[in-house]
């Protein structure tokens, strides 16, 4: 593969063998998610289009990651001494191969692809290059030493670092970038005679400068170059992405009355001239269409919303459907690998589980289909402008003919033909004297 820049190809090399201990989780760090994709995967979708290939460090014994970063390269991490240590994991794969290396941390997801295209310019110019932030309180952050001319001179570590060079505002975000061959001969000089006994992998810019490399910084906001490593980290990162979707939603052409009440999703799509209510969550794979309105309380995943839908109040679309152009859910409706067809309507109460319904179809209050046996799924086939009446059960696998007609309080177990009317249930019986008569109000 060519390289960006006509070249060698490029590598991203991904840290993610993080155990996440201080989130006191059995997850690996790299695997909680954010805005419903782990944070490896969002890495990765950002430099896979800077970057002519990724590879990622894992720790030993996590399959779980290794399969969500597929089918990208892995290396292994048998023990955790540093960031220095893990990077140098990537040496056997990628020494050899030429062009530039760049060593992300999957705890840091949010990074944009903007970013590492000016990391990849900066280091173009220069022997190293580097990514730094000014964040609000710098903290326990390592700090980036320049000189007169703006150049690096050196990253140190919060806990080694002076009195005088605490109060530098530049702070390193831990991503580098240099030449394969340079990056690995750096990280084996890399000594671990530091307060946490750890190889770090900033100390390659003292040893670049040292050798006479030009090591340069590019400056980008903190809020993509936050670091994970607590849930309270977890949950900031999770609302900076929702801010940001939200805002792209609105500049797409969609309104959301109560912006910050709405969850999206990573891979949720809106349309134009979308309104959207308070307190609606997407889950993965929701693609919805022009003219639609999402009213509030609802919850969609894996679904997709045809133009001039209404969706809810408190409506629930489960993955696997499809609810057609102007077709209506209501309130406390759910559907599951459902079809709703055009113009059809299932306004109250109501679970359509693997169904298909014709256009113009009207589903009664409390209606359910009875898809699941105990063993199989079945369905249940409702034809166009056929009329179910409330509180059907319609047991499947079962099939009601167009334009037909269920009446009321049908449990219907046999397929109903087309333009014909169902009765499917017992006969009334009235005890004459055994209501309520004579006897005393509670």
């Known amino acids: 593969m060519a390289g960006l820049r006509g070249g060698m190809p490029s590598t991203a090399l991904i840290l993610a063998a993080g155990l996440g201990t201080r989130m006191r989780s059995r997850l690996p760090k790299a695997l909680h998610p954010i805005a419903g994709r782990p944070m490896v995967q969002h890495l990765l979708a950002a430099a896979t289009q800077v970057f002519d290939r990724a590879v ?98 050196r990253i140190v570590e919060w806990a080694d670092a002076t009195e005088a060079e605490r109060e530098v505002g530049l702070c390193n975000a831990g991503v580098v970038c240099a030449p394969a061959a340079e990056l690995f001969a750096l990280l084996r000089q890399v000594r671990n005679d530091n307060a946490k006994g750890e190889y770090y992998l900033t100390d390659i810019v003292a040893l670049a400068v040292a050798g006479g490399k030009r090591v340069v910084a590019v400056e980008s906001p903190e809020a993509e170059l936050r670091g994970i490593n607590s849930r309270a980290e977890l949950a900031g990162a999770e609302a900076e992405a929702q801010q940001a979707m939200r805002a792209a939603a609105m500049a797409g052409g969609a309104t959301l009355i109560q912006p910050e009440s709405v969850v999206l999703s990573w891979d949720t799509r809106i349309g134009q001239d979308v309104t959207i209510g308070p307190n609606v969550v997407f889950g993965p794979g929701v693609t919805v269409e022009d003219g639609v309105e999402i009213r509030a309380f609802s919850h969609l995943e894996g679904c997709v919303v045809k133009t001039g839908a ?67 799924k079945h369905r249940t086939v409702i034809g166009e402008g056929a009329f179910i009446g409330s509180d059907t059960a319609l047991v499947a696998p079962v099939t009601i003919g167009d334009r037909a007609l269920v009446a009321a309080g049908s449990v219907v177990v046999e397929d109903v033909p087309a333009d014909a009317m169902a009765l499917a249930r017992g006969r009334q019986v009235n005890k004459p004297g055994r209501g309520f008569k004579g006897k005393p109000a509670r």
């Open 310 to 376: 209404i969706i809810g109040p408190f409506a629930r679309l489960r993955p696997g459907t499809v609810v057609e152009q102007d077709a209506h859910v209501g309130n406390f409706v759910e559907l599951k690998a459902a079809v709703l067809g055009r113009g059809a309507k299932a306004n109250h109460l109501s679970y359509l589980g693997d169904a298909t319904i014709g256009a113009g179809a009207n589903i009664g209050a409390g209606t359910i289909t009875c898809n699941y046996d105990g063993v199989n």
């Open 56 to 153: 990622v460090v894992v720790g030993p014994d996590m399959p779980g990651l290794e399969k969500a970063v597929a089918p990208h390269a892995t290396v292994v991490q048998a023990e955790r001494l540093g960031t220095g240590h893990a990077a140098l994991q990537g040496a056997g794969l990628l020494e050899g191969s030429g062009g530039d290396v760049a060593v992300l941390y999957a705890d840091n997801p949010l990074i944009t692809v903007d970013t590492l295209k000016r990391l990849v310019a900066a280091r173009a110019q220069a022997g190293l290059a580097l990514v730094a932030m000014r964040p609000a309180n710098p903290g326990q952050y390592g700090r980036v030493i320049t000189n007169a001319a703006g150049d690096v001179e």
